[in-house]
């Protein structure tokens, strides 16, 4: 029924969620820095590293809910999706966005790894723009890893703006 398990492999979805091949490690980019680093604003960019971790949580959140059929209504506004504030209050807050992103993409890793009965199962639509595609649990797996993927370059690009990269996890430094 879902033509993207054949051109897109479980083995390779699961090596991207944590960063293998060309991609970074999501957790090595954000584990090591400091509340005030997450938070820093860099001219002319939209997000601190703070918002983007935030905004990614939001998003796997979301998708595992939708996967496991608990749905939450889309938003309204992309801005739900992202925090209020460009930095953490405090050590304690960001420690916590790192802990659940590390988690989170457990969560997903796991759900990856399930057999082709769950992977090919149709994750309903929520009111958002998914709503004119039919949907698999693979393809939105799939989906997280590509949204993920963006803003984890993202966070590359703020941490080498900053002198901070590479991560002590590792990185390509070219």
Not at 69 to 91: C, I, L
Not at 92 to 109: D, I, M, T
Request: charged fraction near 20%; aromatic fraction near 8%; hydrophobic fraction near 40%.
């Amino acid at each position: 029924m879902y033509a993207e398990r054949a051109d897109m492999p479980v083995q390779t979805l699961i090596e991207l969620l944590r960063g293998k091949g060309a991609h970074a490690d999501p957790v090595a980019c954000v584990e090591d820095l400091s509340p005030e680093i997450a938070g820093r604003s860099i001219e002319h960019w939209p997000h601190t590293i703070w918002q983007l971790v935030c905004h990614m949580n939001y998003w796997m959140e979301y998708e595992i809910n939708r996967i496991h059929g608990n749905p939450r209504p889309y938003p309204e506004h992309a801005a739900e999706s992202w925090p209020v504030n460009a930095a953490p209050v405090d050590e304690g807050e960001w420690k916590a966005a790192v802990a659940q992103f590390a988690n989170l993409l457990g969560q997903l890793k796991t759900i990856a790894a399930s057999d082709s009965e769950v992977l090919e199962r149709p994750v309903l639509p929520t009111g958002g723009p998914q709503d004119k595609l039919s949907s698999s649990v693979h393809a939105v797996l799939w989906q997280l890893v590509s949204h993920n993927s963006y803003h984890v370059g993202q966070i590359a690009m703020i941490r080498r703006a900053l002198g901070v990269w590479p991560p002590r996890g590792g990185g390509d430094t070219w």
